[in-house]
């Protein structure tokens, strides 16, 4: 029975996944499905960050092939329309504090291994969890 409550509670997170990388999409959304979470996947940032004011997403997943300060300049217009944790997959090369400067919660260099990002997702989500528990108790 606790896990059934568990199962049903995830439904109430959603999380967006703003990528052009169809197979991590696949691998993300299969495991956050069969994990009983809601799952939106965006291809554009227009559209990413209309579908975050939408859903108001408790996770965010950025991995865009976008130069530097473009990506900074839409994990800013991100960071404006959710409270939601923000991971964001860029090269190693970046310079990774004017992301969390423009309000990431968690910069992973990439490559970076599918199952890796996804036990940082969930760790995310645990803690947006239990932030709302606390929160409104």
């Not at 860029?90 to 291994?113: H, K």
Request: proline content about 4%.
């Amino acid at each position: 029975m606790a896990m059934r409550n568990f199962a049903q509670q995830n439904t109430t997170q959603n999380i967006l996944i703003i990528s052009q990388d169809e197979e991590m999409i696949n691998i993300w959304v299969t495991f956050f499905k069969e994990k009983h979470y809601c799952v939106i996947n965006e291809k554009e940032t227009t559209k990413g960050i209309q579908t975050s004011r939408l859903i108001t997403p408790a996770l965010i997943i950025i991995y865009l092939d976008l130069p530097q300060n473009e990506n900074i300049q839409f994990c800013k217009a991100l960071r404006a329309t959710t409270s939601g944790a923000l991971l964001l997959l860029a090269p190693r090369n970046t310079n990774s504090p004017a992301y969390y400067q423009a309000g990431i919660n968690e910069f992973i260099a990439t490559p970076a291994n599918p199952m890796a990002v996804l036990m940082k997702s969930i760790t995310w989500l645990a803690r947006q969890e239990w932030q709302t528990m606390h929160t409104y108790k």
